[in-house]
């Protein structure tokens, strides 16, 4: 299965506020370890520091030392970068700070991941004219991220089909629902495809179409009355050879 696109966590270290009498001022450092490969191969430590919004001196792991953005920035990061302890310590901040959160991060939140429960149900009944409506709903999946199809014959349809958003139920599961309207044809095969982090493979669900309805019509009414008057003969005979046997 496809892994979310991007993964990034970051905590603010240090938050320092200078209230003046009308607006605040913020001077803050913000870390981020961001990354999207499963095997953190390509993660990238962010060290930036903020005045207000304004990123004034930033180390990124792939550059390898501070860079400074304004001139207070550019003067910090000349100092920063002549000292071999400090550059030392933020080098090592993708083994050392990010990677065995992120260890954490995918033990405790990615690999939780609950299949939904997929259930077919027919919205109204089409002919050879009037098309029918098929509902393929997706109950009680975690995480949100999930893709749901529709199969003709195997062949994914893409007209005629619509989806509400996903829902969250309010208790960390989400549940979707996706139509299909499409004119029935003798032999098709209708199926609904489910994509998520909780199989190990796209899920086929097929839809079997519900018998017809039994009806009772004159010509049925008279054969089963024949039928039952020949039940009736067969037993009154049989009750009249024992009688007689006796
Ligand atoms: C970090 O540096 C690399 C190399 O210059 C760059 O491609 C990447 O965009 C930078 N990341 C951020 C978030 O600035």
């Not at 991007?6 to 270290?13: A, E, K, P, V």
């Not at 993660?43 to 903020?50: A, E, I, K, P, R």
């Not at 139920?169 to 029935?184: A, K, S, V």
């Amino acid at each position: 299965m496809s892994l979310p696109n991007l993964w990034s966590f970051h905590h603010i270290l240090m938050l320092s506020a200078f209230t003046s009498t009308a607006n605040g001022y913020y001077n803050y450092q913000w870390t981020q370890c961001i990354y999207s490969s499963s095997d953190f191969s390509d993660m990238v430590f962010l060290d930036g520091y903020y005045f207000n919004k304004y990123l004034y001196l930033q180390f990124n792991s792939t550059v390898g030392k501070f860079v400074g953005f304004t001139e207070f920035g550019v003067r910090y990061a000349e100092i920063w970068n002549k000292n071999p302890a400090i550059l030392q310590h933020y080098r090592a901040e993708v083994d050392r700070f990010c990677k065995p959160n992120a260890v954490l991060y995918k033990k405790d939140i990615h690999d939780k991941a609950v299949a939904p429960v997929v259930k077919l149900s027919l919205v109204k009944q089409g002919d050879s004219r009037h098309p029918s409506l098929l509902m393929c709903s997706a109950y009680d999946f975690y995480p949100e991220k999930i893709k749901v199809s529709w199969l003709r014959d195997g062949v994914v349809v893409t007209s005629d089909v619509t989806s509400t958003e996903k829902m969250p139920n309010g208790d960390w599961y989400y549940q979707i629902h996706t139509e299909l309207e499409y004119i029935p044809k003798a032999g098709e095969k209708i199926s609904c495809m489910v994509e998520h982090a909780g199989f190990e493979k796209p899920m086929i669900y097929d839809w079997n179409p519900p018998l017809p309805e039994f009806e009772w019509n004159t010509p049925l009414l008279f054969t089963a009355g024949v039928a039952a008057l020949m039940l009736g003969i067969i037993i009154a005979a049989a009750g009249f050879i024992y009688y007689k046997s006796k």
